[in-house]
């Protein structure tokens, strides 16, 4: 598969925090009288990551005004990154190695629709911050996936740039951005006529015919 850039979503791509984010969102749920008991698995977590937040919020908290949607999205995504920082999950296995591989021929990115810090936890934890060119989310920009995705080809130069991701809407948005999309079937959702499936991280050194050394 040719590409100029490769450019990775995070939740259900590269790792699951569902488990570890659902726990602390709980718990400050059960201080907030007005979610009447709200509690999350990361099951439930799987089925939402990715969206726009404030379609999360609208989901989470249906019935409270948008005002208050806002405020408890906020003492989510605080509690979220605290508890990321103090208990990250491990990325999918064989993630470094292709960072550390496809980096060293690609310009790699991240393009997730999360709150700002988050990606920046991610990397980290992880310790993948060499790896990556760039990173934007809708928490630094206003935009959506699509548009994010559009503004960092369009920052870098990229003239056939490829999205890495587990959605439909993931699917969709490279679709609306213009890039290719390479489905990560092993993710959180599903996506119909992607112009490539992968079954693990591994699968893109091959794809993309990067010999791993």
Wanted: glycine share 8%; hydrophobic share 40%.
């Amino acid at each position: 598969m040719n590409t100029d850039g490769i450019i990775f979503d995070v939740d259900g791509t590269l790792w699951d925090c569902t488990e570890v984010v659902a726990a602390r969102w709980s718990r400050l749920f059960a201080g907030e009288p007005d979610l009447n008991g709200l509690s999350l698995t990361g099951a439930d977590l799987r089925k939402l990551f990715g969206k726009p937040l404030a379609e999360i919020g609208a989901i989470l908290f249906h019935g409270l005004p948008d005002e208050r949607q806002a405020e408890l999205l906020q003492k989510c995504y605080i509690e979220e990154n605290l508890a990321l920082e103090q208990n990250p999950p491990a990325p999918y296995e064989g993630v470094e190695t292709v960072f550390r591989e496809l980096s060293g021929q690609y310009p790699l990115f991240i393009v997730s629709n999360c709150q700002s810090g988050y990606i920046e936890q991610f990397l980290k934890s992880t310790g993948f911050a060499p790896y990556i060119t760039d990173h934007l989310c809708p928490g630094d920009t206003g935009l959506l996936k699509a548009d994010n995705i559009r503004l960092i080809a369009e920052r870098h130069h990229l003239t056939s740039a490829v999205y890495v991701g587990d959605t439909a809407l993931d699917c969709d948005s490279s679709r609306a951005a213009g890039v290719s999309f390479v489905f990560a079937s092993y993710g959180f959702g599903q996506a119909e006529n992607p112009d490539a499936v992968i079954e693990k991280p591994l699968d893109l050194l091959e794809l993309f015919s990067v010999r791993f050394q």
